[in-house]
T-cell receptor
Framework: DGGITQSPKYLFRKEGQNVTLSCEQN?????MYWYRQDPGQGLRLIYY???????QKGDIAEGYSVSREKKESFPLTVTSAQKNPTAFYLC???????????????FGSGTQLSVL | GENVEQHPSTLSVQEGDSAVIKCTYS??????FPWYKQELGKRPQLIID?????GEKKDQRIAVTLNKTAKHFSLHITETQPEDSAVYFC????????????FGKGTHLIIQP
């Protein structure tokens, strides 16, 4: 289960505040993903990155931003524009995001974000 | 975009019986269909997956079937055990999941002793 680490485990956001969720992997995976999990809603894709210095919007990117400056790191910023940020956020990685042959996702243990 | 529907949302079965969870998808270009298991308080983990060029795949007590014409796929668990209790998610994607997966809303499987 090791190899992909999310921090912090719990995070609280004040009104109008930006917060950043950390995701680090030492699996040497090319592709990384951010999903949002709400009760009864499954997992929804926020952003993904198939290679360093490149990333793409997922289904619910509004109010979020990401960067991929290093292969190992894919931080997610929840901006003040995200009006309903309370959710469980899961980061994931896969070996190769381009060839479509190494598709197994490895998930982190998640960050629970709540609004104060 | 892709839309994945999953049923039922909750499934309760007696230990030793079989459980079946069904999913439908909307995009006929989807070619990769994984199933993830999430135990309480833990991260999702891949338990089985199938590609569109295969109709059925089995791994011990777990099997997945795919009907491309009807655009639906199912997870079958036989001889259920207490450790099978979890939330199960189906997903679908084109390009083998490289562009991210579209997940169903999940099925809470409860194994009754």
């Amino acid at each position: 289960d090791g190899g992909i680490t999310q921090s912090p485990k719990y995070l609280f956001r004040k009104e109008g505040q930006n917060v950043t969720l950390s995701c680090e992997q030492n699996l040497n995976h090319d592709a990384m993903y951010w999903y949002r999990q709400d009760p009864g809603q499954g997992l929804r894709l926020i952003y993904y990155s198939q290679i360093v210095n490149d990333f793409q919007k997922g289904d619910i990117a509004e109010g979020y931003s990401v960067s991929r400056e290093k292969k190992e790191s894919f931080p997610l910023t929840v901006t003040s524009a995200q009006k309903n940020p309370t959710a469980f956020y899961l980061c994931a990685s896969s070996i190769d995001g381009a060839s479509a042959t190494n598709e197994k996702l490895f998930f982190g243990s998640g960050t629970q974000l709540s609004v104060l | 975009g892709e839309n994945v529907e999953q049923h039922p949302s909750t499934l309760s079965v007696q230990e030793g019986d079989s459980a079946v969870i069904k999913c439908t998808y909307s995009d006929s270009a989807s070619n990769y269909f994984p199933w993830y298991k999430q135990e309480l308080g833990k991260r999702p983990q891949l338990i089985i997956d199938i590609r569109s060029n295969v109709g059925e795949k089995k791994d011990q007590r777990i099997a997945v079937t795919l009907n491309k014409t009807a655009k639906h796929f199912s997870l079958h668990i036989t001889e259920t055990q207490p450790e099978d209790s979890a939330v199960y998610f189906c997903a679908a994607s084109t390009r083998g999941g490289a562009d991210g997966l579209t997940f169903g809303k999940g099925t809470h499987l409860i194994i009754q002793p």
